[in-house]
């Protein structure tokens, strides 16, 4: 069976069965107002219907440039910052396996601006042969626009101009900005960012399955999943039998309640990248106006050992989305050790995954003791067509979540204070005034500095 499940019965201790039948009629007009595209943002929604619409044609291309990249790259450096890597990264992470030695090693830049991790990379590339995906709608974001110049000076040291036509793919737009006409000019290979998908959704477009072909994932059955996803989930007959629609309903019960903060715990470390994108997605799509869950995520049985006692004993303001694999083959059997000074010779016999499990059961049961609500997603295993169904899964219900909160979950205003303050204090032309304004602050401003 391919379906995704969802367990919500550690939150019915928190909630009665009539909330959720009083919240239902307002879920399935928001899923039916996102459906008709009839909410705020709807210039944006281009992502709901975007896995029907890829083609055979559109697959095999991908698949044609990966299988190129594979042959003749040591290292794919991908350059993106938000959606335009996420995506892609937490795919990758998931289904490649962690030791993985097989070319070309995927590496991610542009998504800070840190001296030390850019100075690290150029070393780490030196003598290795280097393909770039540079992706960036405007190709003048400040991070991916600063990396590409800094690797693209590097890549025209070592190769022609004819080799680096062979050696630089730009994911842009279609028609304008500062990088589609520089790729243009200098005859790269280009691909588009569709204009009706924002970022953080655009991880089943060219920006997302390029770079996952070059790693060898199957992206045709990563589609096949997100399609099925898509009939699946959009379905309103009856949310109760919707896990996409119930997990939307449900977090926002929860929130009503006070439960401002989700956790999206894991038990597979593999598994890191799919919060840090679940994480955008939902700090992006809902936090505005003063409102929103605020996303955040635990590696277990790691962050047991640092945060375990915060969400036991903490501030009760949270809820948990544990995510669960129910295969995880290949197992390791545990044997029987003579000596037993660790004194763990009562799990001879058992797998390391069975381990695993019954630490997930027992988190799950002192949390929702410890007074944290809970529920469960479970995937009966990790695979393409699993991972695209689970990518359309939290797209749908962010979604029809944000309509239910009563904000545009297709837009991010807040993002632009931060590029304002740093291009005035940069003295980016046209910030004058502004730049004058937050170095008279500074100089008023008292600085408080110890050691």
Known sequence: MNKIKLDYSNIMAFIDENSINEKIPICI???????????????????????????????????????????NSDILIVIGIGGSYLGARACIS???????????????????????????????????????????KSGTTTEPALTFRVIRNYMEKIYSKEELKDRIIATTDARKGALKSFADREGFRTFVVPDDVGGRFSVLSPVGLLPIAAAGIDIKELVAGAKEGMKEYQNMENPLENPSL???????????QGKSIEILSNFEPHLHYIAE??????????????????????????????????????VRNIFETFINIE??????????????????????????????????????????????????????????????KLFYFFEWAVGVSGYMLGVNPFDQPGVES??????????????????????????????????
């Open 418 to 451: 931060y590029k304002k303050n740093m291009f005035a204090l940069l003295h980016k032309p046209g910030y004058e005034k502004m730049t004058q304004s937050l170095e008279e602050k500074l100089q008023k401003e008292k600085i408080y500095t110890v050691g």
């Open 327 to 388: 295969d995880t083959n290949p197992t390791i059997v545990i044997e029987e050790d003579p000596e037993n000074l660790d004194q763990l010779n009562f799990l001879t016999g058992k797998t390391i995954g069975y381990v695993n499990r019954q630490a997930l059961l027992g988190t799950r049961m002192a949390h929702r003791e410890g007074g944290v609500p809970n529920m469960t997603l479970s995937l009966p295993t990790l695979s393409p067509f699993i991972m695209g």
């Open 94 to 136: 998931a289904l490649v396996p962690e030791f993985d030695k097989k070319s070309p090693e995927i590496l991610f830049a542009g998504n800070s601006l840190s001296p030390i991790y850019l100075n690290s990379l150029l070393k780490y590339i030196k003598g290795k042969r280097i393909t770039v995906n540079v992706i960036s």
């Open 246 to 256: 119930m997990y939307a309903l449900l977090r926002n019960l929860l929130y009503e």
């Open 29 to 71: 007009s928001a899923a039916r107002k996102l459906k008709d595209r009839g909410g705020a943002g709807s210039d944006f929604l281009g992502w709901i219907d975007l896995p029907a619409g890829i083609t055979e044609e559109e697959m095999n291309e991908y698949i044609k440039i990966g299988n190129k990249i594979r042959e």
């Open 277 to 314: 994108w679940w994480k955008q997605l939902y700090g992006e799509s809902e936090g505005k106006q003063g409102k929103g869950i605020y996303p955040a995520s635990c590696d277990f049985t790691t962050d047991l050992h640092s945060m375990g006692q915060w969400i036991q004993d903490g």
